[in-house]
């Protein structure tokens, strides 16, 4: 079986910290869902204009792309809704694992704010919470951003040996 993994979750969860971790653990690429979204997705998120579904779907479409093309690969995706994620599905190839990263409000606000250099502002935090639709047990792993990276890339690692045997 290919491996096919999207480490999904709101802005600031740290999608790109255990997508590099796993990276170097398990010796498969990471891409970072952000670097796919179109110029115009970009600019809206910078404005501090939430994307619609209209603006998703490219976008969509291009992760499950990446998914189907360059397995095996981990790749940070927001992946807000199940309607999402099932378009991930569909067009990505093979079965792919679903990481979704969660923790308290506070938490990420506080992430979202130290980082540098990043389009997405702080504002944005509220309205990708409204939109999550969080996964159901059968759909994802859920895991608990506020255990140290270490221990979170163990447990992905874990996750994603125990759907790879």
């Not at 190839?93 to 969660?102: K, R, W």
Request: glycine share 8%; hydrophobic share 45%.
């Amino acid at each position: 079986m290919t491996l096919r993994v999207v480490i999904m979750g709101v802005c600031g969860t740290g999608k790109t910290s255990l997508g590099m971790a796993l990276s170097d653990r398990l010796h498969v690429p990471y891409l970072d869902g952000d670097d796919l979204h179109p110029t115009a997705n970009v600019a809206k998120m910078a404005a501090g204009i939430p994307l619609t579904d209209d603006d998703r779907w490219p976008w969509l479409d291009r992760v499950a792309a990446t998914l189907s093309q360059r397995a095996p690969v981990i790749v940070g995706c927001s992946a807000l809704r199940r309607a999402y994620r099932d378009r991930l599905r569909a067009g990505a190839g093979g079965p792919v694992t679903f990481l979704h990263l969660t923790g308290p409000r506070d938490i990420i606000a506080a992430r979202m704010a130290a980082r540098a250099g990043h389009y997405m502002p702080p504002a944005l935090l509220d309205s990708q919470l409204a939109t999550l639709e969080p996964p159901t047990a059968d759909e994802a792993v859920s895991l608990d951003i506020t255990q140290p990276l270490d221990a979170l890339a163990r447990a992905a690692a874990a996750t994603i040996e125990g759907h790879h045997r």
